[in-house]
């Protein structure tokens, strides 16, 4: 199968031997060790000294674990949303009773720093934002840095960053972002399992008055195991020496390289699928260098061309989520990937296309 979905991305033969390793005591110096050395090893990609924490679970969990920490219920917050992610992080922060200020635009569109900057002139009350990197959904990058200078410290920033963190430029203190998150199964090409989640030091304080109920995701507890090279619950130790390995590889390509080769697939693939027929979703300045979404060709029945590029072919892409359903295609290209797994999407979808058109109402 040649696997180019949004995440769960392919993983690195090497990757897949790390993961296969005999377990290790969690409690015991080995698993210190390698927990400390994969921390590091984030913090290089985040670009931050502020602390990173690992739980077992998916990038949900780590969205959960932002808020949770950071806020109590009632307390206002302004949800910057561009597709069904941003709508996610605004539902939990709804789930937990706080009181959300939602900014959503038409899927496909960017969130626009002016807009966020008037809405917190308007709404000073406002003690958090939460904003999506990535929009895995509509394959639209939001420019964190302008949204981070649009915020300017008048609230905790929090970036969904589930798919974009170890692809594209990321830059938490730089930028002044409070938390952070990302999932093992995206840029990280390694297994789902692992949830990373960076907090600053302001986060950490607003942890210390914030009420929201947590047990499970508690950074306090995080904070205090990870001191010791340990985690509050039992590790996800496979994923974790999965983690220890691609790290390694991604280091040895080097960061530049890796967002130049993120950048280049991108380009490639709209231009193929623009040649195809395909219109790309999203401002040209916004497009994703991790996901491309692209509107089917006139008459092309979407389910059908994904469910004939996997049986057919062996190539197994996305189609669109919710509102999307059935209108879009999504392409992966993050993780380990390059110009050739591309270039059998599309030649996959040359043929599959001819194939895939809806089929015409019975005439009477
Ligand atoms: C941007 C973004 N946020 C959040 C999530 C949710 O992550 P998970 O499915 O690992 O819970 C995803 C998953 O695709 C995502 O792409």
Same mark, same amino acid.
């Given at each position: 199968m040649n696997l180019r979905i949004p995440g769960p991305t392919p993983v690195p033969p090497?990757?897949?031997?790390?993961?296969?390793?005999?377990?290790?005591d969690h409690r015991g110096p080995e698993f210190a060790s390698l927990l400390r050395s994969v921390a590091a090893g984030l913090q290089?990609?985040?670009?931050?000294a502020s602390d990173i924490y690992l739980f077992p679970g998916s990038g949900t969990g780590g969205l959960e674990a932002a808020i949770v920490n950071c806020f109590s219920p009632g307390d206002p917050v302004l949800a910057v949303s561009i597709g069904v992610f941003g709508d996610r992080f605004a539902a939990i922060a709804r789930a937990f009773g706080?009181?959300?200020?939602?900014?959503g635009v038409e899927y496909g569109r960017y969130a626009d720093p002016v807009e966020v900057r008037r809405l917190l002139a308007q709404h000073p009350e406002v003690k958090g934002v939460l904003v999506t990197h990535n929009e895995t959904s509509t394959g639209v990058t939001n420019d964190i840095a302008a949204i981070a200078r649009a915020v300017a410290g008048q609230a905790l920033l929090l970036v969904d960053g589930v798919s974009s963190i170890g692809a594209l430029p990321f830059d938490q203190d730089g930028w002044g972002v409070d938390v952070a998150i990302t999932g093992s199964q995206k840029?990280?090409?390694?297994?789902?399992g692992v949830v990373m989640v960076s907090a600053s030091p302001r986060a950490l304080k607003a942890m210390e008055t914030a009420t929201c109920p947590r047990f499970y995701w508690d950074f306090a507890k995080a904070r205090q195991y990870a001191q010791n090279g340990q985690t509050f619950t039992t590790p996800a130790v496979s994923v974790i020496f999965a983690l220890e =390995?691609? *790290?390694?590889?991604?280091?040895?390509?080097?960061?530049?390289?890796?967002?130049? #080769?993120? =950048?280049? *697939?991108?380009?490639y693939t709209r231009e193929q699928l623009t040649a195809l027929g395909? #219109?790309?979703?999203?401002?040209?300045?916004?497009?994703?260098?991790?996901?491309?979404?692209?509107w089917l060709p006139e008459g092309v029945d979407g389910k059908k061309l994904v469910g004939l590029m996997r049986e057919e072919h062996g190539v197994v892409i996305s189609g669109g989520q919710q509102s999307l359903a059935g209108k879009i295609i999504r392409v992966g290209h993050l993780g380990w990937v390059n110009k050739a797994d591309l270039d059998g999407v599309f030649q996959a979808l040359r043929q599959a296309?001819?194939?895939a058109m809806?089929?015409?109402?019975?005439?009477?």
């Open positions: 090497e990757v897949a031997v790390a993961s296969s390793k005999e377990m290790i290089r990609w985040f670009k931050t706080l009181n959300v200020i939602k900014y840029a990280w090409m390694s297994p789902p =390995r691609a *790290l390694q590889l991604m280091e040895a390509e080097g960061q530049e390289q890796v967002f130049a #080769r993120h =950048r280049e *697939l991108a380009a395909f #219109r790309i979703m999203g401002d040209a300045q916004h497009t994703s260098d991790v996901v491309t979404a692209a296309l001819p194939k809806a089929t015409p109402a019975a005439a009477h």
